[in-house]
């Protein structure tokens, strides 16, 4: 079993940045697709970005392209998500996932979720 453990939510203000990370651990490598999605109340999972198995390759929603930046470390078995300019918009629980699908937008192509981490931005 694949376990992935996020770290970094947390409050921030208007305009800040943080910088999630996501630990994977157990049966796991580096080909494995790595993503994040996101989750505010009363709304549904969404896609925020992701990245392939290679990291040569990027995807993002249009609602954070330019803001977020996604990253891995295949060394570590590590994933991160720089945020910069956050609005009050983005505050959600945010959740890493990992898999080995190619539709890397949709929540069905991963296989392992952590267990996702809050991040409130206050305006």
């Known amino acids: 079993q694949v376990q992935l453990v996020e770290s970094g939510g947390g409050l921030v203000q208007a305009g800040g940045s943080l910088r999630l990370s996501c630990a994977a651990s157990?049966?796991?490598?580096?080909?494995?697709?790595m993503g994040w999605f996101r989750q505010a109340p009363g709304k549904e999972r969404e896609f925020v970005a992701a990245?392939?198995?290679?990291?040569?390759?990027?995807y993002y929603a249009d609602s954070v392209k330019g803001r977020f930046t996604i990253s891995r470390d295949n060394a570590k078995n590590t994933v991160h998500l720089q945020m910069n300019s956050l609005k009050p918009e983005d505050t959600a629980v945010y959740y890493c996932?990992?898999?080995?699908?190619?539709?890397?937008?949709?929540?069905?192509?991963?296989?392992?979720w952590g267990q996702g981490t809050q991040v409130t931005v206050s305006s």
């Open positions: 996932a990992a898999g080995l699908g190619r539709s890397y937008v949709y929540a069905g192509s991963y296989d392992h």
């Open positions: 157990g049966r796991t490598g580096s080909t494995y697709a």
């Open positions: 990245i392939n198995w290679s990291g040569g390759s990027t």
